[in-house]
């Protein structure tokens, strides 16, 4: 059974980082393309990040690039997102999905809160 | 970017009545199109991927159709657990990949 589970997620204030890591099993991580996808409280889906099965390839939507990076470490099953220079507008719940590419997002984790305010 | 609009934003049925959703395109995603459904606090499940393949433990009352620019999800007979948010989502442009606004099913 597929199953990623996220952690990391928490109140922070404007401008602070926070690391979100998200533990994979039940399928062969090595082989998949890994993206996060965040909604907004009330709000609909928004695709945030990608990487690519070795990490070779990675892209983010505008509304991140340049704060937020997205990474995996193959030896441990598990993708993180580090979020720097929080903003308010940034409180979601984080989901962690199997998928990308030319693939839908076909396996989602529970999420994880992120609330960032003062 | 491709923008995806889903309508109507809210439907409104009785359980065992059909359900009609649709999601556009504002250009071609060929069937590279996916459909998921969130209930209140849980994670968004996908249920059709290119546009008409039910996803794996998906029931026969849902199917997707369409290719392009204009898709649809059909519920044939609401039941109770149907009642959710609703996204259509792209992935033939990329990035970013895009979803819809969503559509609510609620209880009539």
């Known amino acids: 059974e597929v199953q990623l589970v996220e952690s990391g997620g928490t109140l922070v204030r404007p401008g602070g980082s926070l690391r979100l890591s998200c533990a994979a099993s039940?399928?062969?991580?090595?082989?998949?393309?890994m993206s996060w996808v965040r909604q907004a409280p009330g709000k609909g889906l928004e695709w945030l990040s990608y990487i690519s099965s070795s990490g070779s390839t990675i892209y983010h939507a505008d509304s991140v690039k340049g704060r937020f990076t997205i990474s995996r470490d193959n030896a441990k099953d598990s993708l993180f997102l580090q979020m720097n220079s929080l903003r308010v507008e940034d409180t979601a719940i984080y989901y962690c999905v199997k998928g990308g590419s030319y693939w839908p997002f076909d396996y989602w984790g529970q999420g994880t809160l992120v609330t960032v305010s003062s | 970017e491709i923008v995806m609009t889903q309508s109507p934003a809210t439907l409104s049925v009785s359980p065992g009545e059909r359900a009609t959703l649709s999601c556009r395109a504002s250009q071609s995603v060929s069937s590279n199109l996916a459909w998921y459904q969130q209930k209140p606090g849980q994670a968004p499940r996908l249920l059709i991927y290119a546009a008409s393949t039910r996803a794996t433990g998906v029931p026969a009352r849902f199917s997707g159709s369409g290719s392009g620019t204009e898709f649809i999800l059909t519920i044939s007979s609401l039941q109770s657990e149907d009642f959710a948010v609703y996204y259509c989502?792209?992935?033939?442009?990329?990035?970013?990949?895009?979803f819809g606004q969503g559509t609510k099913v609620e209880i009539k």
């Open positions: 039940g399928f062969t991580f090595i082989t998949y393309e």
């Open positions: 989502q792209q992935y033939n442009n990329w990035p970013p990949w895009t």
